[in-house]
């Protein structure tokens, strides 16, 4: 008898995880839903390019290509313009609207948005209320995402039990506060006072970068679904290993190896909407968010990609690493 998978979303990443990254990533199996780079919000009502531009989704369902649902996300603090903007992001095509609450970036903080609000647990309720009774009539869930706080957890609690006071129907918390920001350890035990107080379902989110650290997370939290981030990136995998061990079948393993055909694939896709230099750096970037999982291997290719100036070089730096990869399967058979 089989039991219940968790579920297993991809994480909204600044700068990372943009279409095309979503799109290759979720093609990969084993995902439930991914969250879009979050759509700031100020004061003004923002047009529907605005929303189109970071969720092309809208346009065909809210879904990837292969089917996976997508969430728009929302950053302010402001409650009225949250709820007008979220008003605009339904009309746009948005199926699901979440809520930043854990953006640790300064310029953001520094506005009052993202991790800044978990100092005033009754604000976070305010911008989230606003959101929830906008959509109402239309029946559009919210959901939201917050760190354990923002210089220290001791507000945890208070903020996760607004949240849900509010009407969020969904709640991610990434194990960490703001001044931690993706320092290791993550602090998953302090997701489990949060989930046993909680009616509405609790993801852990932070350092799951293995199947090993998701059952460690699984039991230090006591929560089963999770949110993944910088790991999508390092093991696009994980998230169909993590549904298949929860079946007891057996998991293969990820390569590096595996990984450089991965880039030149998005690499091709990404050559339609963004400029080589872009393209570029979010390369490089990728290679610098492998180390923390492959360590030595991801540094040496990072060493080999981080001077090369034009695309051309990029690609033939990855391409050898896949053909020397490639050569010692080829003696095996």
């Known amino acids: 008898m089989s039991v219940q998978e968790p579920c297993v979303a991809l994480a909204p990443m600044e700068g990372v995880l943009e279409v095309t990254a979503r799109n290759l990533l979720t093609r990969q199996g084993g995902w439930d839903f991914c969250v879009t780079e979050f759509v700031r919000v100020?004061?003004?009502?923002?047009?529907?390019k605005v929303f189109h531009r970071i969720c092309p989704e809208l346009k065909s369902d809210s879904v990837t290509p292969s089917?996976?649902?997508?969430?728009?996300?929302?950053?302010?603090?402001?409650?009225?313009?949250?709820?007008?903007?979220?008003?605009?992001?339904?009309?746009?095509?948005?199926?699901?609207?979440?809520?930043?609450?854990?953006?640790?970036?300064?310029?953001?903080?520094?506005?009052?948005?993202?991790?800044?609000?978990?100092?005033?647990?009754?604000?976070?309720?305010?911008?989230?209320?606003?959101?929830?009774?906008?959509?109402?009539?239309?029946?559009?869930?919210?959901?939201?995402?917050?760190?354990?706080?923002?210089?220290?957890?001791?507000?945890?609690?208070?903020?996760?039990?607004?949240?849900?006071?509010?009407?969020?129907?969904?709640?991610?918390?990434?194990?960490?506060?703001?001044?931690q920001g993706y320092k290791p350890p993550a602090h998953w035990e302090k997701i489990a006072a949060l989930a046993e107080r909680l009616a509405i379902p609790v993801l852990a989110n932070g350092e799951i970068w293995t199947l090993e650290d998701y059952q460690r997370c699984v039991a230090a939290s006591g929560v089963r679904d999770v949110m993944l981030g910088r790991t999508a990136l390092a093991d696009p995998w994980l998230a169909s290993h993590i549904k298949a061990a929860s079946q007891g079948e057996e998991?293969?393993?990820?390569?590096?190896?595996?990984?450089?055909?991965?880039?030149l694939e998005w690499v091709a896709g990404a050559g339609q909407i963004y400029p080589e230099k872009v393209r570029n750096m979010r390369i490089k970037q990728w290679l610098v968010m492998l180390m923390p999982r492959w360590g030595e291997p991801a540094r040496q290719l990072f060493e080999a990609c981080k001077r090369l100036q034009t695309e051309a070089?990029?690609?033939?730096?990855?391409?050898?690493?896949?053909?020397?990869?490639?050569?010692?399967?080829?003696?095996?058979?």
């Not at 004061?43 to 529907?48: D, K, T």
């Not at 998991?251 to 595996?258: I, L, M």
């Open 67 to 179: 089917g996976v649902p997508v969430h728009l996300q929302l950053l302010g603090s402001d409650p009225e313009s949250m709820a007008v903007n979220a008003g605009v992001a339904v009309k746009a095509g948005a199926q699901v609207v979440d809520l930043n609450f854990g953006c640790p970036a300064k310029i953001v903080n520094r506005h009052g948005g993202g991790a800044r609000l978990l100092t005033e647990p009754n604000r976070v309720q305010a911008v989230a209320a606003a959101v929830v009774e906008a959509l109402k009539p239309q029946g559009i869930p919210v959901t939201a995402k917050m760190r354990l706080g923002y210089e220290d957890a001791e507000l945890a609690l208070d903020n996760a039990l607004a949240l849900e006071e509010a009407g969020v129907t969904q709640l991610v918390v990434h194990a960490r506060t703001k001044t």
């Open 42 to 48: 100020s004061h003004e009502r923002l047009p529907p």
């Open 251 to 263: 998991v293969k393993a990820t390569c590096f190896e595996d990984l450089p055909a991965l880039m």
């Open 313 to 333: 070089e990029i690609s033939d730096l990855l391409q050898a690493r896949l053909d020397d990869a490639a050569v010692p399967r080829a003696h095996a058979l």
